[in-house]
């Protein structure tokens, strides 16, 4: 389950989403009552079991990662935790070559995990997936400390940084950023 996951994870040098915030993940997939989640970032699974921990029985987590065998890992996760093969649909490829192909205004929750350099294309594609009263969260908005020091100017903080203005100042969108993991910001599409 979890265990295998964490243990791929570490070995690929892959970061996982904590336990907190794996928990505020299936929390929230529960609160929209998901039928329907999309994942930018697969990973080894360990997100996507936390998710699909929360959905409905019924419900389905598509998960968009460039790596194959990190989607085989993802796989194996969820076979562990005892999850039915029809309960993921795994997409390989770019995110934002796949995103444009997904339908809009069919998902309850989009998870962004992907390259915080391109966080700014999820929120707009995110957006256009979720339906009303959905919610997009990103992982990793602290960027292990960086995004509070004026001083880091790489272009992955600042481009996170500007995520975190768009969401707090967008129209359409009501959010709040949690103190848990690496920091998930969670809003809600209006």
């Known amino acids: 389950m979890l265990t295998y996951a964490r243990?791929?994870?570490?070995?690929?040098?892959i970061r996982a989403i904590g336990p907190s915030?794996?928990?505020?993940?299936?929390?929230?997939?529960a609160a929209v009552d998901a039928k329907a989640i999309a994942e930018v970032g697969t990973g080894t699974g360990v997100s996507g079991v936390y998710l699909l921990r929360g959905m409905r029985p019924d419900g389905v987590l598509t998960t968009?990662?460039?790596?194959?065998?990190?989607?085989q890992y993802a796989r194996e996760a969820y076979h562990a935790a005892g999850f039915a093969p029809?309960?993921?649909?795994?997409?390989?490829?770019?995110a934002l070559d796949v995103l444009p192909r997904l339908a809009d205004g069919q998902y309850d929750l989009v998870f962004c995990?992907?390259?915080?350099?391109?966080?700014?294309?999820?929120?707009?594609?995110?957006?256009?997936?979720?339906?009303?009263g959905g919610v997009v969260c990103f992982e990793g908005v602290f960027q292990e400390g960086r995004l509070a020091e004026p001083n880091h100017r790489d272009p992955q903080t600042r481009a996170v940084r500007e995520?975190?203005?768009?969401?707090?100042?967008?129209?359409?969108?009501?959010?709040?950023?949690?103190?848990v993991s690496d920091g998930l910001l969670c809003a809600v599409k209006r």
């Not at 243990?7 to 040098?13: K, T």
């Not at 968009?64 to 989607?71: A, G, K, S």
């Not at 707009?124 to 997936?129: I, Q, V, W």
């Open 113 to 132: 995990d992907g390259d915080p350099a391109e966080s700014q294309s999820y929120l707009a594609e995110s957006l256009r997936l979720l339906r009303p």
């Open 163 to 179: 995520l975190v203005r768009d969401v707090r100042e967008s129209d359409l969108l009501l959010p709040a950023l949690l103190p």
């Open 21 to 29: 915030g794996g928990a505020t993940l299936r929390l929230l997939a």
């Open 86 to 94: 029809n309960r993921a649909r795994f997409i390989p490829g770019r």
């Open 7 to 13: 243990a791929q994870s570490a070995r690929a040098g």
């Open 64 to 71: 968009v990662d460039l790596e194959p065998v990190r989607q």
